[in-house]
């Protein structure tokens, strides 16, 4: 089994339902309040561990309880978190979630100690003896850059979750073997829509001529569409399911795609693998409460959407 080390952010997630997500001057009642750890990079951590990869992390959080809260949860969900370390001068990342009663979330994050994850912080040693990086972008970008740079010299395969959307430079995108934005995101990234075959085709060039190998773009209830630099594509439906909360559907997916492929699974196989991650967590709330088993997607019979 390949062993995959994730590059990104730790929050507290502070969750609270709504009936529906309030306008600009409006004030709506929630119902419930819940602390659940999150981060996009904390989640897509948990996942590959609760699903049993091999993952460790690096990242930082404030020297408070909330730090020492998502610590435990990697520790816990089978994550080498040695590599997260607490610092003084921020306190620990955190989001404000609001889930309405569609299932979908509006988020506000406040990186705080995420944004002390800087460039000098990563070594060389942090790649011995791992074979994927995996990286979102709620960390410091130069920081991203230069572990690529790194990794790339460390002969690792480089996987970039373009969230949240934000301009990349070439740079960056040429370290990177296999790019995973969303609909949203890829526009940011291309300038050119998912929704549109020619679009579609003539974003993926572009990114594929600044270096990039593979490039998955995922696209909600509608599944995901693999593209690769020779031409080769692949599209997997998603299933239908009651979604509950959707918060960590995407660090869910990209989770499950990376175990099944640091387990020796074709990407083929291992995108249908993580659409069914992706599908038994929009049924349960929260962000890593909500991140399934190994046993959980061995029991999954869900229906494909056409």
């Known amino acids: 089994m390949k062993r995959i ?47 049993g990869g091999a993952v460790s992390m690096i990242g930082r959080v404030g020297s408070d309880d909330f730090g020492s809260k998502l ?24 989001a404000l979630i609001m889930v309405n ?22 070594l060389s040693e942090d790649f011995d003896g791992q074979d994927i990086l995996l ?6 970008i130069e920081t991203i850059e230069k572990a690529f740079a790194m990794a790339k010299e ?31 995101e890829f526009e940011v990234l291309t300038g050119y829509s998912a929704e549109s075959e020619e679009d579609l085709q003539k974003g993926a060039a572009a990114l594929f001529d600044t270096g990039v190998k593979e490039l998955i773009i995922t696209l909600g209830k509608d599944g995901a569409l693999y593209m690769n630099h020779t031409g080769d594509k692949h599209h997997v439906h998603g299933y239908k399911v009651d979604a509950v909360d959707t918060t960590a559907a995407g660090d869910s997916f990209i989770g499950g795609l990376l175990t099944a492929l640091s387990k020796g699974e074709g990407m083929a196989s291992a995108m249908e693998f993580a659409m069914k991650v992706g599908a038994v967590t929009v049924t349960k709330h929260g962000a890593q409460s909500s991140l399934p088993t ?3 997607i061995e029991k999954f019979e869900g229906v494909k959407r056409k």
Request: aromatic share 2%; net charge negative; proline share 6%.
């Open 5 to 51: 080390l994730v590059l990104g952010s730790l929050n507290m997630d502070l969750v609270t339902n709504v009936h529906a997500t309030p306008k600009v001057g409006e004030t709506v009642l929630g119902n419930g309040f819940s602390e659940i750890p999150g981060g996009k990079g904390a989640n897509q951590a948990v996942a590959i561990g609760k699903l």
């Open 71 to 94: 610590k435990e949860a990697l520790e816990s969900s089978g994550v080498d978190g040695s590599g997260v370390k607490s610092v003084e001068s921020e306190p620990t990342g955190t």
């Open 101 to 122: 009663d569609d299932g979908d979330n509006s988020i506000v994050v406040i990186p705080g100690a995420n944004f002390s994850m800087v460039p000098e912080n990563v």
């Open 135 to 140: 990286a979102q972008l709620e960390t410091p």
């Open 154 to 184: 460390k002969g690792l395969m480089t996987v970039l979750n373009t969230a949240p959307a934000r301009q990349l430079s070439r740079d960056l995108i040429a370290n990177v073997d296999l790019l995973v934005p969303n609909e949203t």
């Open 294 to 296: 190994f046993g959980e």
